[in-house]
């Protein structure tokens, strides 16, 4: 009721400058892939111009604070007792826009001015952080991914930032839950798995489902990460080196959908770069076999044989039409842009 008698309205608060401090303070905590896909939509519905490539040009000089899972050895209620997101913002200094009115009605300087530090293993310094600028999201492009993919650099195993490797390709998480246990599974360390169907519109409600662990094959052998690939969204607490929000997802025909098991694909973190090192002719000619099977009912990556099947009513049926890639927040397309529009008649 305070905030009605201040018309202190949402777009006051949500500002370009308020959205680039939401993706500065999200690098320094970490780089959770979900904020992403959130910030996204959020911007959308207020209108505020945003683009994933944004949220790499923005962290470039962002280091990561926090020593907190899954990049790290404490837990949430230790960061919340050794400073929380106060202390991270006034160490971000000049990084943050301080000005910006927060739901208070104070400034985001004036609320994080006094904030102290009780525990420095917890919370890092600029000067001295946890790790350097550029360890958060990294938004990554390529023949597999050209709208764009991220991957949460700091809870990926850094040798395989760089990488090149046979994918072995399910298309539904159902199936590689399914075959994750099985000791006769084709794969090795230099396997990139590649986990599909479970994007906007190929998994409805796009839900955290990109939890793809580790086969149990390997577990046993001691290798605790491995390049995986997927259109879907994963828990932030989850480790390891997750290629996510694969756009266009596979379900609408993105390149995702063509890969199979065998293919090379390469990696290339530090040069932002997913390729699918695949001939042009040969992508042609399976896109082709993709389109036939989608038309036939038969399609891969999609679920129960492309978008939204199984989603023929209702609700569900009204997401997958209106659904946007992860790219655009994954949002529905007829609500961008449409907050802050008036009650254009009294409802009783």
Request: aromatic share 4%; hydrophobic share 40%.
């Amino acid at each position: 009721m305070q905030l009605v008698e201040e018309d202190l309205r949402p777009s006051r608060v949500l500002t370009r400058e308020a959205f680039e401090n939401a993706i500065r303070v999200n690098a320094a905590l970490g780089g959770s892939t979900n904020a992403v896909v959130h910030l996204l939509a959020l911007a959308g519905r207020v209108e505020v111009p945003l683009e994933l490539a944004e949220f790499d040009r923005l962290t470039a000089e962002v280091p990561v604070l926090a020593d907190m899972v899954p990049s790290g050895r404490f837990l949430m209620e230790d960061f919340y007792y050794a400073g929380g997101l106060p202390l991270v913002i006034r160490e971000l200094g000049d990084l943050i826009h301080r000005g910006c009115v927060t739901v208070t009605g104070r400034t985001v300087g004036e609320e994080t001015a006094g904030a102290e530090c009780y525990d420095r293993e917890v919370i890092r310094t600029v000067a001295e952080p946890f790790m350097q600028a550029g360890a958060g999201t990294a938004v990554l492009h390529g023949s597999l991914c050209p709208d764009g993919a991220v991957l949460k650099v700091s809870a990926a195993d850094p040798r395989l930032l760089t990488h090149r490797g046979r994918a072995l390709v399910f298309d539904t998480v159902e199936e590689y839950t399914a075959a994750a246990d099985d000791p006769a599974l084709p794969v090795d360390p230099s396997t990139v798995l590649v986990v599909r169907g479970a994007g906007p519109k190929g998994y409805p409600g796009f839900p955290e489902v990109g939890n793809v662990p580790v086969p149990k094959v390997l577990l046993e052998a001691g290798v605790e990460d491995l390049v995986r690939i997927s259109d879907a969204r994963m828990s932030g607490t989850g480790y390891g080196t997750c290629v996510l929000h694969v756009a266009p997802e596979s379900a609408v025909g993105g390149p995702l959908a063509l890969v199979r098991t065998g293919d090379t694909v390469e990696l290339d973190v530090p040069g932002r770069r997913l390729d699918l090192c695949v001939d042009e002719a040969e992508l042609a000619a399976r896109a082709d076999e993709l389109a036939q099977q989608t038309a036939s009912g038969d399609g891969a990556g999609g679920g129960e044989g492309g978008p939204g099947r199984g989603a023929r009513r209702g609700w569900a049926k009204l997401y997958t039409e209106h659904v946007m890639q992860a790219d655009r927040g994954a949002d529905l397309d007829f609500l961008t842009g449409g907050s802050g529009s008036g009650v254009p008649r009294h409802s009783h």
